[in-house]
């Protein structure tokens, strides 16, 4: 590998952690809506969702750059792939941030529905862990760390199912609570939706480091 790639790919993987922690902030600030009513930091999340959005092309540019440039082989070219697939999730991820803050919004302006306590704690926890994680997986090549990510998936897939059970049914008990119902139920999809994300990208470092694919494996 010549100097220069070296150069270039670890300046990609510098931004690709950037963007990381700009997302995984905006996640942060979108909770904080969601869950304290925060309504000062809503601007916030949309502003940072603009950035992200030229974060994202910036990242892509780059990569089509270097693609062009050194016309990298074997790992090099895994690597580049892999960090495509991963702008384009962390992005994902920004643009459901600002779903939730949406939904938050009118949820603030709601009487309070009882939800899950681990809705409100460990699930924002998980994820964030599952977003720091899979990058930090990404830049140092660990393998089990991805894997691990890949198994905490499966404890925000229960969360939110229990979301739906809890609030299944106080809709069934008292129709007032529908439209509060309905609201947190899309956060919580949106919730899981950014767990799926981080997924993929610790299913790509395996694909990266071990050439296997485990994205469409059945458990």
Not at 48 to 67: F, G, N
Not at 77 to 105: C, W
Not at 140 to 159: G, N, P, S, Y
Request: aromatic content about 4%.
């Amino acid at each position: 590998m010549s100097l220069h790639l070296q150069r270039d790919l670890d300046q990609l993987k510098k931004e690709l952690l950037q963007l990381g922690t700009m997302v995984e902030a905006s996640f942060t600030n979108a909770m904080l809506v969601l869950h304290e009513r925060r309504i000062d930091v809503v601007e916030k999340v949309f502003e940072d969702e603009k950035l992200i959005d030229e974060r994202e092309v910036w990242i892509e540019e780059s990569c089509l750059k270097i693609l062009a440039l050194h016309q990298p082989v074997a790992v090099d070219l895994r690597f580049i792939v892999v960090a495509l697939k991963v702008n384009n999730d962390l992005e994902r991820m920004g643009d459901l941030a600002v779903n939730i803050v949406k939904r938050a919004t009118t949820l603030a302006e709601l009487a309070p529905l009882s939800t899950p306590q681990d809705f409100i704690g460990r699930m924002p926890e998980i994820i964030s862990d599952m977003i720091n994680g899979s990058l930090d997986a990404l830049v140092k090549l660990d393998v089990d760390l991805a894997r691990t990510i890949i198994e905490m998936d499966d404890a925000v897939d229960d969360i939110n199912r229990k979301m739906y059970e809890t609030l299944r049914a106080q809709m069934e008990n008292d129709s007032q609570t529908v439209e509060r119902a309905i609201e947190f139920l899309s956060t919580s999809r949106y919730m899981e939706r950014i767990a799926d994300l981080a997924t993929n990208i610790a299913e790509d470092v395996i694909f990266l480091v071990d050439g296997e694919v485990v994205r469409h494996q059945v458990i």
